[in-house]
């Protein structure tokens, strides 16, 4: 079975530098999604970024962007310029599109950004 | 557009009783799946249901059932409560068997069983 993992379970950042999440995964499969999910205190899951694992280039999405390493199986999320509303929960998500597309999350990481 | 809706928002129950879960997918989208997170844990998949059936589960008891609705809207059942059953309760919808397609969540339902 598919697991993910978040070594990290509490990050700080000072406003506007730059914080990496990581992620790392366990899978036999070749094909596969990751996701990257933002939870403010509002509860609400957000996406922050995908990367499909048949693609080379890494996703980004304005200050956000990953470092998809397929072989060693990791998938850290860059925050860049941090502002006070990235403030949250990161979780790490597996999708398996041979799975019926079951998502599984990492733990989670709690981000915090000082003024 | 309306995204994912949940009904209620928070909910408290006693050990025992049952509870039903409702959910409103965003526009456009036919598949619905339920996720349990407990307090600081990642959410983990309970089921997923298409067409108005179960087409997967994961390592949920019998006590939690579900189903869907020819609208595409979706319940979760959950019997017999347990104290261990207290969680945020998500629905996260998409589009039928599109693995790439990003799921979209819900804002949740704070399940507390005392």
């Known amino acids: 079975a598919q697991t993910v993992t978040q070594s990290q379970p509490e990050m700080s950042v000072q406003e506007a530098e730059t914080v990496t999440l990581s992620c790392t995964y366990d899978t036999s499969e070749s094909d596969y999604y990751l996701f990257w999910y933002k939870q403010p205190p509002s509860r609400q899951m957000i996406l922050v970024i995908r990367?499909?694992?048949?693609?080379?280039q890494n996703a980004t999405e304005n200050r956000f962007s990953v470092n998809f390493q397929k072989a060693a199986k990791s998938f850290s999320l860059k925050i860049s310029d941090s502002q006070l509303g990235d403030a949250a929960m990161y979780f790490c998500a597996y999708r398996s599109p041979n799975n019926n597309n079951d998502m599984r999350f990492g733990a989670g990481t709690r981000l915090t950004v000082k003024p | 557009d309306a995204g994912v809706t949940q009904s209620p928002t928070h909910l408290i129950k006693t050990r025992g009783q049952q509870v039903t879960l409702r959910c409103s997918p965003k526009?456009?989208?036919?598949?619905v799946s339920w996720y349990q997170q407990a307090l600081g844990q990642g959410p983990q998949f309970i089921f997923q249901?298409?067409?108005?059936?179960?087409?997967q589960r994961g390592n949920f008891p019998d006590r939690f059932s579900g189903h869907q609705f020819p609208n595409y809207s979706s319940e979760l059942n959950v019997n017999a409560l347990l104290l261990g059953d207290s969680a945020l309760y998500l629905c996260?919808?998409?589009?039928?068997?599109?693995?790439?397609?990003?799921?979209?969540f819900g804002p949740g339902t704070r399940l507390l069983v005392l």
């Open positions: 990367q499909e694992a048949y693609k080379q």
């Open positions: 996260a919808s998409s589009p039928r068997m599109k693995g790439w397609e990003t799921q979209y």
């Open positions: 249901y298409y067409e108005e059936e179960e087409r």
């Open positions: 526009s456009g989208h036919d598949t």
